[in-house]
């Protein structure tokens, strides 16, 4: 028999990060676009993301169509990487007149690219890119290459170049909460053991 879950954050009742999530207003636009296979993950970040800001919704799918995510009154801008893609500080200028909708793919780099194969439209968007050289914050995961972040921290990175001077890093507090609840769970034996780098 499952644990009762909280039905907004979708946590058990007795790990609740409710309390921790802000409500952040912001000029920008966030489409959380997800692949279904992560609706289950553990820490479903992209779920927390839209959770902590007024202006975000999460849609979860493998096919988007145009209707379903262009926008009156914003410039949609994917956030993946791609030959073309330009900084967020460029972004950031490109929608000065008018706000800009982040798209963003939340699932593995595999997932999200099929997420793209399966949408031209919006595979065919402008690209925004993080900087280079960030480190996660996500100590029990193995990122798949330097600057590989969790889909929370990508939003927040972006948000805080988009919209500056606000910062949106309080959206990283039920994140944070979340994986230090795991490694107290796995101990901190086990967890050094196996997540400590050298």
């Known amino acids: 028999m499952s644990r009762p879950r909280c039905a907004r954050c979708e946590r058990p009742l007795g790990h ?9 207003a912001s000029r920008t636009l966030v489409l959380l676009l997800q692949h279904p296979s992560e609706t289950g993950h553990a820490l479903n970040t992209a779920r927390l993301a839209a959770l902590g800001l007024e202006n975000a919704e999460l849609r979860v799918g ?3 169509p145009p209707q379903s995510w262009q926008r009156d009154g914003y410039q949609s801008w994917l956030l993946f990487p791609g030959e073309q893609a330009r900084s967020l500080s460029e972004v ?26 399966l949408n031209p439209e919006l595979a065919a968007l402008p690209r925004a890119v993080l900087p280079a050289g960030l480190s996660s914050r996500y100590r029990l995961r193995k990122a798949p290459a330097d600057g590989a972040l969790s889909t929370i921290e990508a939003v ?21 909460a979340l994986i230090d609840g795991q ?16």
């Open 156 to 176: 927040v990175q972006a948000l805080n170049v988009l919209d500056a001077p606000r910062d949106f890093d309080e959206l990283l507090k039920p994140f944070d």
């Open 16 to 24: 609740c990060l409710c309390a921790l999530i802000p409500r952040l």
């Open 62 to 64: 493998e096919r988007f």
């Open 183 to 198: 490694i107290a769970a796995m101990g901190a034996e086990t967890f050094q053991r196996n997540h400590q780098r050298p």
């Open 92 to 117: 950031a200028q490109a929608c000065a007149e008018q706000p800009c909708q982040l798209i963003v793919p939340d699932g593995t780099w595999r997932k999200a690219r099929k997420l793209l194969h």
